[in-house]
């Protein structure tokens, strides 16, 4: 029998899986910015990547921002306590 059929199967990869570029709320402190979007992140250099944009709840928001992403939380409390908003593209 040959080696290909004796050794076992392991794992799975799924070809519909998408890739974000994962961002905390904690990155966006230092940026001085008011409307945050993928682009804005790329030229400051916390995002590399051209994959679409996630936004986590960790950190704290003391000001309102306007947040455009792909994708975010369920309820997004933290951006819209601070006074901000956040749209989805």
């Not at 974000?20 to 590399?48: H, Q």
């Not at 051209?50 to 928001?61: A, F, M, S, T």
Request: hydrophobic share 40%; glycine share 10%; no cysteine.
């Amino acid at each position: 029998m040959p080696l290909h059929r004796r050794m076992p199967k392991r794992g799975f990869t799924n070809i519909f899986r998408q890739e974000f570029n994962i961002v905390n709320l904690e990155s966006w402190a230092e940026l001085g910015e008011t409307t945050i979007t993928p682009d804005v992140l790329r030229k400051a250099g916390v995002i590399k990547s051209k994959h679409p944009l996630k936004v986590l709840g960790d950190g704290e928001l003391t000001v309102a921002l306007s947040v455009f992403a792909h994708k975010f939380p369920i309820g997004s409390g933290k951006i819209t306590k601070a006074g901000g908003k956040f749209e989805v593209l």
